[in-house]
T-cell receptor
Framework: SQQGEEDPQALSIQEGENATMNCSYK?????LQWYRQNSGRGLVHLIL?????REKHSGRLRVTLDTSKKSSSLLITASRAADTASYFC?????????????FGTGTQLKVEL | GAVVSQHPSRVICKSGTSVKIECRSL??????MFWYRQFPKQSLMLMAT?????????EQGVEKDKFLINHASLTLSTLTVTSAHPEDSSFYIC????????????FGSGTRLTVV
């Protein structure tokens, strides 16, 4: 089952615009991670935000975390065509057998020239 | 940085045959590895957790007799899809728990399985 849901499911913007993706999760977390996946490829780590952090920046990326609302957002500023990909939030979930990383439903971002 | 090598990257097999996918941690020891399946335009669904030297833990709804997982060493986990059917066609991705990685998890590059 999915730990998180993301919206929108798909987002199409013009190059230079900002893209915002939202993630909601169900259980308490230690951290939340964002990943990018180009079509048919593996996952690329983007940013990790810990439960005691509210905002984090990395280059053109800005992530926020609201643990009271169990939600996070990823903002990509000044988007480029190369940002076209699927973006997933993920949270480690402790269950018997290990600390499992579970993924949200994902947002497919298309940046058009 | 830490690397997880997944092989093969693509495989086509006939219905009824078995396919083995390997996941190796190249420069660290991975006591725990995870196997995911991803259908087109969907998210990654955790299939099972593989622990070195013990039986894998499968997620609800995943057939353990169909998806055989072996984690015989600290650097290698394998997923064997037995008696494959077209509905098993999917993208399979492994990840390894890596204490040295701030994210905790290092991912393989995935295997595209097509069953014809």
């Amino acid at each position: 089952s999915q730990q998180g849901e993301e919206d929108p499911q798909a987002l199409s913007i013009q190059e230079g615009e900002n893209a915002t993706m939202n993630c909601s999760y169900k259980t308490s977390i230690n951290n939340l991670q964002w990943y990018r996946q180009n079509s048919g490829r593996g996952l690329v780590h983007l940013i990790l935000i810990r439960s005691n952090e509210r905002e984090k920046h990395s280059g053109r990326l800005r992530v926020t975390l609201d643990t009271s609302k169990k939600s996070s957002s990823l903002l990509i500023t000044a988007s480029r065509a190369a940002d076209t990909a699927s973006y997933f939030c993920a949270t480690p979930l402790w269950r018997g057998g290990g600390n499992k990383l579970t993924f949200g439903t994902g947002t497919q971002l298309k940046v058009e020239l | 940085g830490a690397v997880v090598s997944q092989h093969p990257s693509r495989v086509i097999c006939k219905s009824g045959t078995s396919v083995k996918i390997e996941c190796r941690s190249l420069d660290f020891q991975a006591t725990t590895m995870f196997w995911y399946r991803q259908f087109p335009k969907q998210s990654l669904m955790l299939m099972a957790t593989s622990n070195e030297g013990s039986k894998a833990t499968y997620e609800q709804g995943v057939e353990k007799d169909k998806f055989l997982i072996n984690h015989a060493s600290l650097t290698l986990s394998t997923l064997t899809v037995t008696s494959a059917h077209p509905e098993d066609s999917s993208f399979y991705i492994c990840s390894a728990w890596d204490r040295g990685n701030i994210y905790g998890y290092t991912f393989g590059s995935g295997t595209r399985l097509t069953v014809v």
